[in-house]
């Protein structure tokens, strides 16, 4: 690989960014372009610096306060263009980890694997593929309705109703705002809760808030 995957590093631990660093700086193609320990610090280093590659955890400070980076990173993977997005995470949530999928995310990457899948994320993710380290992909794979990670993307149309949905449309506002049947619109709400996973209302807002959605 003659051009190096340009790479910002973002967690809220010194000592985690610390050892990412350390492990990127030994592979020869990859150069570490900058550091953040929360989103605000994150927005600025994207605004200034050129990166491939967004290396980030997702329970760090957001710009609104909280520890909740997910709803900065679902603004920032809406932008055009935007670099490719490596969850760093300890959650093992799999519910939430299909969600970082379905927002864009390239690749999720367990702390735990960190030194032996990170590089491979990084690389996978700036070829346009998607990768799950083992811990991530055996939390997904456990739960009570694995998702098949692509069988069961949203459609477009599904994740706007579902969006909708989860921002207080009742279907029949919904319908009439997409003019589309009451029938056809359920019918896809439906079908976006089973691909995601999620068997009950109280589970579709507890997904939605998880993504930054609600």
């Known amino acids: ?22 492990l ?4 020869p193609h990859i150069e570490v372009t900058g550091e953040a320990a929360d989103t605000h610090k994150l927005a600025e280093l994207i605004d200034s ?3 491939d590659v967004v290396v ?15 709803p900065f990173l679902r603004r920032l993977l809406r932008a055009r263009p935007h670099p490719h997005l490596v969850v760093l995470t300890m959650i093992c949530h799999a519910h ?27 690389e996978a993710a700036v070829a346009g593929g998607v990768y799950l380290s083992g811990q991530a992909r055996l939390a997904i794979e456990a739960a009570d ?3 098949q990670l692509r069988a069961g993307v949203l459609s477009a149309r599904e ?18 705002r997409l003019q589309r049947s009451g029938k056809t619109i359920s019918t896809q709400k439906r079908s976006a809760m089973r691909k995601l996973g999620l068997e009950t209302e109280s589970d579709l807002i507890d997904y939605a808030r998880q993504i930054g959605l609600a």
């Open 24 to 27: 990127l700086q030994a592979v």
């Open 96 to 122: 939430m980890l299909t969600g970082l999928l379905h927002i864009g995310v390239s690749g999720i990457v367990d702390k735990r694997d960190a030194a032996t899948d990170l590089i491979d994320a990084i």
């Open 145 to 147: 309705t694995p998702l």
């Open 56 to 70: 980030s955890d997702i329970s760090m400070p957001g710009i609104h306060g909280g520890s909740n980076a997910v």
């Open 159 to 176: 994740w706007e109703i579902f969006q909708l949905y989860v921002q207080g449309l009742a279907v029949h506002e919904i319908a009439a």
């Open 49 to 51: 610096c050129t990166c």
């Open 1 to 22: 690989m003659t051009q190096k995957i340009r790479v910002i590093v973002a967690d809220d631990h010194d000592c985690v960014r610390v050892g990412v660093r350390r």
